[in-house]
Structures are given as structure tokens and as C-alpha cells.
């Protein structure tokens, strides 16, 4: 997932409601309400909503659990 955040940070472009569904790979009407509560930081365009790629990479570290750095051998 983290190259394909990279992939479009690249074409720094702003991100479709439906494209964040996509890339984590939820609904889209779950990806809306996400982006109407704040969850995720929006910019509003009229009555358009985007996403820059760089809030949305924020959200996805801000929400990963369950990453330990251990080492196995001692």
C-alpha cells in the first residue's frame, strides 16, 4: 500500500472520495463519512471534497496497529 501512497504522491494530485475508498480499501460511502466527520483532513471545492495524498498517508500511519520492531535473534 505505502507504494502505491507513493505512486500518487508523485502526481501530487488531489484525491476523489472514491480513490481514498480505493486505496484503503473500503466502501465509498464509509470513505464519505470518514471525510465528512474529519476524520480525514479534507479541501473543499464548492460542494467537492479532496483528499491530499500527504493526510491521507498521515491517517493510514496514524491508524496502523500491531507494528513492533523486535529482533529474533540475541
Known sequence: M???ISTIQEA???LKAVEV???LNISRSLAYRLLQK???PVIRI???V???PRD???YIEANRTGVEVFSIAE
Open 46 to 48: 464548492n460542494q467537492s
Open 2 to 4: 505505502g507504494e502505491m
Open 56 to 58: 491521507l498517508e498521515q
Open 21 to 23: 475508498a480505493h486505496i
Open 50 to 52: 479532496r483528499v491530499h
Open 38 to 40: 474529519g476524520v480525514i
Open 12 to 14: 501530487d494530485r488531489l
